[in-house]
């Protein structure tokens, strides 16, 4: 059953992303599903989008990383290619313990994909790894 679970997170996204694309909100049915798959990180992930933490960083190459501002009031810069975040809850619940999908700083990042609703910093030639 377990090996199903990234698939229905997967749909479940697309189905987020459909709906607020038509009506510019996320009803509670969608918000239920969403905490149901995704668990207690959830609404810690819609508060960091609804604060307006996560910025996208990206150079002119076109690569990018994410940096969202956690509760805690630290920077952690993720990364969506390698599904990594070097918060202390992705090292314990998802690495060590395995209870969760994702954490709420990484959950965010596909809120704010479909929402748009996150800030944009490009970096000049030859200072992207300084923000990474």
Known sequence: MASFLPAVAEQLLKDVQKTYSEKSQI?????????????????QALDLVDQRSVTCVS???GRKVF??????????????????CPCPAFSFSV???????????LFCLSVVSITYTLQIRVCPIGTFSHWC
């Open 95 to 105: 690495l060590r313990r395995n209870e969760s999908l994702v954490v709420s700083s």
């Open 67 to 84: 940096q969202v501002l956690g509760g805690s009031g630290r920077l952690y810069t993720c990364y969506t290619s390698c599904h990594y």
């Open 27 to 43: 009803p509670d049915d969608l918000l239920i599903a969403l905490r149901f798959v995704f668990g207690s990180c959830t609404l």
């Open 59 to 61: 150079s002119s190459s």
